[in-house]
Every structure is written in C-alpha cells, then in structure tokens.
C-alpha cells in the first residue's frame, strides 16, 4: 500500500476522534487530574434524575435504573462513532 492509500483512512480516524472529543467535557481538577465528563446534554439529564430523587420525586432505585438505562444507550452511540473510524481506516 502507498502512502497516499493511506491517507484518507488517517483523515477518517481523526474525523472520528474529532467528533467523540467534541461530545465531551474535560475538566482539570487540582487534586485528580484531567477527567472527561459526559456532554452537557447527559449532564443535563443526570442532573435532572439527581434532583428528582434529591427532592423525593423519584425513588433512588427508579432514579439509578433511568441513570444507568441512559448511559449505556449513550455508550453504544459511541462506540458507533469509533466502529465508523475503525471502518474508514480498514477502507
């Protein structure tokens, strides 16, 4: 294989990189270091179910099944983008 085979495969790989960091919220706390958080989107949503059970809207075991519920869906949007990326580079 060339080099210039090889280059949009890169281009891909990157464009997937791309868009998973820019669905992500890296904060650099003193103590811990860099950690990733989820988009403001899921924040938004988990902060909701976390008030709600706060508030005695939800019940903690209600609000934790909805939690996890959501974060494994999102998880396996993710792992779409990454299979795409892989995708591209096998092309």
């Known amino acids: 294989m060339s080099a210039n085979t090889r280059r949009p495969a890169h281009r891909g ?3 997937a990189a791309r868009a998973t960091g820019k669905n ?8 811990v270091g860099t950690i990733s958080l989820p988009p403001p989107q899921q924040l938004a949503y988990l902060g909701g179910i976390a008030a709600l059970t706060a508030l005695q809207v939800l019940e903690w075991p ?6 996890a519920g959501h974060l494994v ?3 396996s949007n993710n792992k779409v ?3 795409f990326g892989e995708a591209l580079e096998d092309a």
Do not use: E, F, H, K
């Open 13 to 15: 790989q990157g464009a």
């Open 24 to 31: 992500s919220v890296r904060v650099a706390l003193p103590l």
């Open 81 to 83: 983008v990454q299979d």
């Open 62 to 67: 209600v609000s934790m099944t909805l939690a």
């Open 73 to 75: 869906a999102t998880a």
